[in-house]
Structures are given as C-alpha cells and as structure tokens.
C-alpha cells in the first residue's frame, strides 16, 4: 500500500530526527528557567521517544514504510552494546544480587496471568464483544502479544503459529503491542528521573549499583584524555567490526541451528537477531579484557550513548496514540494486562526493598526485549545497559514457554 505520509524519503526523515534530538540535548542544556525547569520533571530521554511519535501520530511519517528502525536495531544496537559493554564491570553485575533475576520472573508471571486476567475482566465488561467466535479470535491473538512481552519478535511469530492465529488478530495485537510496550517505557523513563527519591522511600539498598556506577566514573577519570580523530576511528572501528561480525555468525548460526537442531527453536535459538545481540554483547565483554577497555576514557560510551538514542527515536516513530481507539476493546485488554504487570512488579519490588532499577531493567527485559532493555537501564547509568541486555536475552529463551502457558490457561477459559 502506497504510504500518504508527507515525508517518504528515509535521508530526510532522518534528518528531521537528528534534528528532534539535537534540539532536545540544546534546550537540555540551556540554562534558561523554563528549560531547567521543564526538564526537571520531564526526563530528556522521554522527549526523545515521545517527539518521533508525534511525525507518526499525525502522519507526517510512515514507520511502516521506513527502513529507519530497522537500520537502527540491526546496525546501531548492536553497535552500541559493544561500546557500552568495552569497560563493563563484569563483578560488579554479579554483586547486584538475586534480586535482578526474581523481579525480572516476576515481570514474566505478570504478563502470564495478567493476559488471562484481563480477558476475563473485559469480557465480563463487555459481553458483546467476544460473542460470535470473537472470544477465540480474541484469545489466540493475544498469545502472540504475550509472546512479544516475555521474549520477542521471534517468540511473537511462534506463537502464531503455534496458535493458528489469524492475520487480523495479529495485526490488532501488534498495535497492541507498540502502544502499550511504549507507553509502560515512557513511564519507566519517567521514574529513572526519580529513582533515587523512589528508592529512599522505599528503603532500597542501592549500594551495589552505586558502587558500580562509581567503579565506571573512576575508570573513566582515569583514562580520560582529549578526544581525536583517531580515538574516533577506533571506537568505530571496533564498534562496527564487532558488528559485521556478529551478523556474519548470526547468519551462519540460526539457519544451522533450524535446519540441524529444530528442537532449539523453542528458545528462539533459530532467530538471527537473537544471536546478534548474544555475539555483540559477547564481543564487547571480550574486549573488555584487552586495551581496547581504555576507548571508553576517549568517550566509547558516549558514542555508544549516541547510538541509543537514535535507536530511541525510530523507537518513537512506531507509535501512534491515536491507534488506541481502532478496536477499543482490544485496547482495553492490553491496558489492563500491563497494568497487571506494573502492579506485580511494583509490590515485588517493595516487599524485597529493591532499587527501581532492577524493577525498570527486569520488567523491560521483558516487555521491551534486546531492544529497549538496554535503553531503560542506560537512563540510570550507561554503565548499566549491559545488565538490561543479559535480561533482555534470558526473554527469549523463556519467552516461548511462557507465553505457550498464557495460551492454555486462555484456552481454558475463553
């Protein structure tokens, strides 16, 4: 379908996105009152995500017929996790303790029981709704929605087939899926602004990630020096070396892995993208351990932080608000469905006194996957963002499995 959007050509949407983000870093930093003001309750990341939307939202862009995203996940993220992980503290990560891993199964039982949760709430709100098949056709789309929540986009495709669901309710739960997934993101980004005040009240022991965030700034203090051309040349050099060659392994792997071991499909082991964030995020551990680690004094993370952001933004593009009053009903599933999650997570997260953090990184691993984990957890701290992407991965193994549950309980209560 020909796309009616007024920008059609890739390079000037592009422009016009490197231009959102370099006016929201300009007014960032102004020291005008309103602007200080103004980004003192809205975090800058969040006007990064919700500004692209608004080219969507009144169809100034079409994200459908964009290959923006697409560049910006397979070449820039990837990329980006290589640069953001080049000086990881790989002890650090382990001294966060078990809490990381219970609030991020915690953030899966959510999306488990949450879908079931609200088909039966809705459905007992509005009878008419799921008469006549729909209540089928309901319930098999959103498998593929739970799919998307736990795991990702290759878990999203199992379950539509494993379901049978049709075409119609997979696009539904697709824009189910953009709407919500991003606007549980906004508020994720929203609370990072006020982690520390949150986790005060809450009485969280953040000791361990200060201390990680601390070991990072010392390191770099350190090793920090002018920034050159050549410094440059490496970073990038590295960055998307790593890159090539993750795909190039990626490419090899998941056709090997589906053509000779069919069985480990189940855990999205047959997915290339899968095994590009595995390989990048392998790669930048690896460099860890050799000179290379000393780029990040020439601003590694910083370019890495760049790329982010931009991945933020074609991340941005993908949601229109108004696609909420398309099928209200199914709209009103997801709603209650995150919510379940939200509220899961929340009291989780009281009851064990854990930082907002881990709370933020294990629901977004989830629900946001190898995509925007990374992004949540660099808005506390890019020194973070790998603990998001070691997550984001533990998704797609379990997320198969998961949300093979949801559709049976759904089954057996539709």
């Known amino acids: 379908m020909q796309s009616t959007a007024l920008i059609q050509n890739d390079a000037v949407l592009f422009g016009v996105l490197m231009a959102i983000l370099g006016l929201v870093f300009y007014t960032k930093q102004s020291q005008h009152p309103f602007w200080k003001k103004f980004y003192s309750v809205v975090p800058a990341l969040l006007m990064c995500y919700f500004l692209p939307s608004l080219l969507n939202t009144f169809n100034l862009a079409d994200p459908d017929h964009s290959q923006l995203y697409y560049v910006a996940s397979r070449f820039l993220l990837p990329a980006a996790l290589v640069l953001l992980t080049l000086s990881i503290d790989l002890k650090g990560i382990v001294r966060l303790g078990p809490k990381a891993i219970i609030l991020f199964f915690t953030g899966t039982i959510g999306i488990i029981i949450g879908g079931p949760i609200a088909f039966s709430l809705v459905r007992s709100l509005f009878p008419e709704a799921f008469a006549d098949g729909a209540a089928e056709e309901i319930w098999r789309g959103m498998t ?92 990038a050099a590295i960055a998307f070396a790593v890159t090539g060659a993750s795909h190039a392994l990626a490419n090899w792997f998941a056709p090997w892995i589906e053509n000779h071991a069919p069985l480990l499909q189940k855990f999205s082991l047959a997915s290339p993208f899968f095994w590009l964030i595995v390989l990048a995020t392998t790669g930048g551990l690896v460099l860890s351990f050799t000179r290379a680690r000393k780029l990040e004094g020439a601003g590694a993370s910083a370019v890495g932080s760049v790329f982010i952001y931009i991945l933020v933004a074609t991340i941005g593009l993908k949601m229109d608000i108004t696609t909420i009053f398309d099928d209200p009903v199914v709209f009103l599933i997801g709603a209650v469905w995150i919510s379940v999650h939200a509220v899961l997570l929340l009291t989780v997260a009281w009851f064990l006194k854990a930082p907002v953090f881990l709370m933020a990184v294990g629901s977004q691993a989830n629900v946001g996957g190898a995509a925007s984990a990374p992004v949540v957890a660099a808005a506390f701290h890019p020194a973070l963002a790998p603990v998001g992407v070691l997550l984001a991965v533990l998704g797609y193994a379990v997320g198969t499995y998961g949300a093979w549950l949801t559709g049976v309980i759904l089954k057996l209560i539709q």
């Open 144 to 235: 593929t929605l739970a799919g998307s929540w736990i795991g990702g986009g290759a878990n999203q495709a199992a379950m539509k087939e494993v379901w049978q669901v049709s075409d119609a309710a997979f696009g539904k739960m697709v824009a189910v899926d953009v709407v919500w997934a991003n606007v549980w993101m906004a508020v994720l980004l929203f609370m990072a602004q006020r982690a520390e005040a949150i986790d005060r009240w809450i009485g969280a022991d953040t000791s361990a990630i200060e201390a990680l965030k601390k070991k990072m700034e010392t390191f770099q203090q350190q090793n920090a020096r002018p920034v050159n051309l050549n410094d440059l040349m490496f970073i």
